[in-house]
C-alpha cells in the first residue's frame, strides 16, 4: 500500500505535465531557403570558392607541366636514374602540396560558409524563441534536422508564425 501511494505521489506530478505541455514543430530547413539573406550568402561563398578553385587550376597546371616533362625525361634512356629520380621525388612532393591545399581550402570553404550563415541561423532561432514564447510552447522541435516518428493531424506548425516573423 505503501509503495502504491509513494508511486503515486512520484508520477502525478509528472502526469500534471505532460498536460501542459505544448509542442509544436517548424521547418527551418524551409525558412532558411526563404531567407534573402541565403541568396547573399550563397553567392559570396561562390565567390570565395571560385579564388580557391583559380589557385587550384594554376597549381595542377604547374603539377601537369612538371609531369609531361618527366615523362619525356624518363623516356629519354641518355638520363641518368639519379636526375629521373630526384625529378620523380619533385612530382610527388607537388601533388603532396595540391593535396594539403585542397585539404585547406575544403576547411577555409566550410569555415566560410559557417560564419556566412551564422547570422541567418541567429535571426531564425531568435524568431522561433519569440513564436515559442508568444505561443506559450513547450518545445519546438524542427522536423527538418531532428527525425521526429510521428506528428498527427493536430500537430501545430509554427513554420508559418516565424516566417511572419521574420517578414517571409
Known amino acids: 500500500m505503501k509503495k502504491t501511494l509513494l508511486t503515486l505521489l512520484i ?4 502526469c500534471l505535465m505532460a498536460q501542459t505541455a505544448k509542442i509544436a514543430h517548424v521547418d527551418v530547413k524551409a525558412i532558411y531557403n526563404a531567407m ?3 541568396s547573399q550568402a550563397q553567392d559570396q ?8 578553385q583559380a589557385e587550384y587550376n594554376t597549381v595542377q ?4 607541366k612538371k609531369f609531361a616533362d618527366y615523362q619525356t625525361l624518363a623516356a629519354d634512356a641518355a638520363t641518368p636514374a639519379t636526375i629521373k629520380e630526384r625529378r620523380m621525388h619533385e612530382i ?4 603532396h602540396k595540391i593535396q594539403q591545399f585542397l ?11 559557417k560564419e556566412l550563415n551564422a ?3 541567429k535571426k531564425i532561432n531568435d524568431a522561433i524563441k519569440a513564436v515559442g514564447t508568444e505561443g506559450g510552447y513547450t518545445y519546438i522541435l524542427d522536423i527538418s534536422t531532428t527525425p ?21
Open 11 to 14: 508520477v502525478a506530478p509528472l
Open 36 to 38: 534573402p539573406e541565403k
Open 45 to 52: 561563398l561562390r565567390a570565395f570558392s571560385q579564388q580557391y
Open 61 to 64: 597546371e604547374e603539377f601537369n
Open 92 to 95: 610527388q612532393e607537388s601533388d
Open 103 to 113: 585539404n585547406k581550402a575544403e576547411a577555409d570553404i566550410a569555415a566560410k560558409e
Open 119 to 121: 547570422p541567418i541561423m
Open 148 to 168: 521526429v516518428a510521428y506528428y498527427g493531424p493536430n500537430a501545430i506548425d509554427v513554420t508559418p508564425l516565424v516566417k511572419a516573423k521574420l517578414g517571409l
